[in-house]
């Protein structure tokens, strides 16, 4: 056998073995998932580099309508990357997540979508929430390794037509949004950039990766709020010569 017919041999063989493994069915690595991870996939169609299932469950809650598009080429540099979505109770999110095969550590990028806060904290194992309203998310970057030690953070999050509902009926709180970041000290921090409706609110909270937290915020009600918000805020404490009323805590997770 000749250098040029070995050449076009070993050339068939990777096309074949690519080739096998691009079309190999998602519900085999489905398998895969399940007996390595406590993630479980239903209904799953497709391949494994492009493929849906009808819903993801997880050991707290779980997601309908999950599919991905994994880029086979990022595997010639280490790297398993993967465009993904799925349905929340409004529309949704979508992410674009990149795992190193070597170091553990995952890049998540242009991460957006939304949904009520109660579905949200339904996902995270909470069952009750006090307050209600729409939760967008938008991730520019975020990176983090199997210890989920955070080495990089930046986005927003807003929560809009946001109501207490510890008191009958709701009260209106509004609209706020915070800008997500990563400090020189390494605290991953949300800071509140903007805030409209009945409340008003600035502050920020810090989280270290020893899951300490602080929290600095201060409160008021705007011009024209519900009365019961003014009732509700007495509860904090005096408001400064200002009319805020400060809030400030430290604990940990």
Known sequence: M????????????????????CFLPARVAAGWVASSTPVQLGGVTGTLFEGQASYASFPDG?????????HPMSLLLGR????????????????????????????VSDASGNATLGWVAKLAGYTFLPLSG?????????RFDDA???????????????????INPPLALGRVQTVLDRTD???????????SGELAIKGDATLSQAQAYSLNAQL???AGA?????????????PDNQGWYRISERGRL
């Open 62 to 70: 779980g997601v309908d309508n999950l599919s991905w598009t994994l």
């Open 220 to 222: 008021r009600s705007r």
């Open 2 to 21: 000749n250098w040029k017919t070995t050449r076009l041999l070993v050339v068939g063989l990777i096309a074949f073995a690519i080739g096998l493994v």
């Open 148 to 166: 989920l030690a955070v080495s990089a953070l930046s986005g927003q999050v807003t929560i809009d037509q946001a109501r207490w509902e510890l």
């Open 226 to 238: 519900d009365d019961r918000l003014k009732q509700l805020l007495t509860q904090i404490g005096r």
């Open 80 to 107: 398993a990357s993967a465009h993904v979505s799925f349905n929340s109770d409004l529309d949704g999110f979508s992410a674009d997540i990149s795992r190193s095969l070597l170091s553990g550590n995952t890049h």
């Open 185 to 195: 000290a390494g605290l991953l921090r949300a800071r509140v950039v903007d805030s």
């Open 134 to 142: 729409s939760l967008q998310l938008d991730i520019s970057d975020i």
